[in-house]
């Protein structure tokens, strides 16, 4: 029983956010720390989702979408593990939007098992217009992990 009132509660506070996970045909796992972090940075108010990730037998992630509210995407940063779940090298993280692109453009290809990658930094990486997004690795290796972290103002 407290284990359900927990997940209701955590989806309640996600869905008042405007970012919820939704589960279907899911390989892999991703967890989204909640509530995101709201602070103030050159003048304007960034939030800052965090999600960590665990591959399955296969080495991958997929079928998980998140939603979000229309943001413009400022940053975003890719951490592998280290030790045990490290991910294998050379492993691939895209960000997939409704319509299947891939909103990084191939800038999460091949990415370090060692170290972590800002994939984009600049004004504005692009305005997102709402919906879902699905954060999909490859290639990972068996029940490996990492963290993702979305940088976006409203």
Same mark, same amino acid.
């Given at each position: 029983?407290?284990?359900?009132?927990?997940?209701? !509660?955590?989806?309640?506070?996600?869905?008042?956010?405007?970012?919820?996970?939704?589960?279907?045909? !899911?390989? @892999?796992?991703?967890?989204?720390?909640?509530?995101?972090?709201?602070?103030?940075?050159?003048?304007?108010?960034?939030?800052?989702?965090?999600?960590?990730?665990?591959s399955d037998a296969s080495g991958?992630?997929? @079928?998980?979408?998140?939603?979000?509210?229309?943001?413009?995407?400022?940053?975003?940063?890719?951490?592998?593990?280290? @030790?045990?779940?490290?991910?294998?090298?050379?492993?691939?993280?895209?960000?997939?939007?409704?319509?299947?692109?891939?909103?990084?453009?191939?800038?999460?290809?091949?990415?370090?098992n060692t170290e972590g990658r800002?994939? !984009?930094?600049?004004?504005?990486?692009?305005?997102?217009?709402?919906?879902?997004?699905?954060?999909?690795?490859?290639? !990972?290796?068996?029940?490996?992990g990492g963290r993702i972290r979305?940088?976006?103002?409203?």
């Amino acid at each position: 029983m407290r284990t359900r009132n927990r997940l209701f !509660a955590a989806v309640l506070v996600a869905l008042l956010l405007g970012v919820a996970p939704v589960y279907g045909q !899911a390989t @892999g796992a991703i967890t989204q720390i909640l509530p995101p972090q709201v602070f103030h940075a050159e003048g304007e108010l960034i939030y800052l989702y965090e999600m960590t990730w665990v591959s399955d037998a296969s080495g991958n992630v997929s @079928g998980i979408t998140i939603s979000l509210d229309p943001r413009t995407v400022k940053q975003i940063e890719i951490y592998p593990d280290g @030790g045990a779940t490290q991910p294998d090298a050379l492993y691939d993280f895209t960000l997939v939007n409704s319509l299947g692109l891939d909103l990084l453009a191939g800038q999460g290809l091949n990415l370090s098992n060692t170290e972590g990658r800002v994939l !984009a930094e600049t004004d504005k990486l692009f305005i997102f217009p709402g919906g879902t997004l699905a954060p999909t690795i490859a290639n !990972a290796g068996a029940a490996n992990g990492g963290r993702i972290r979305i940088f976006v103002v409203k």
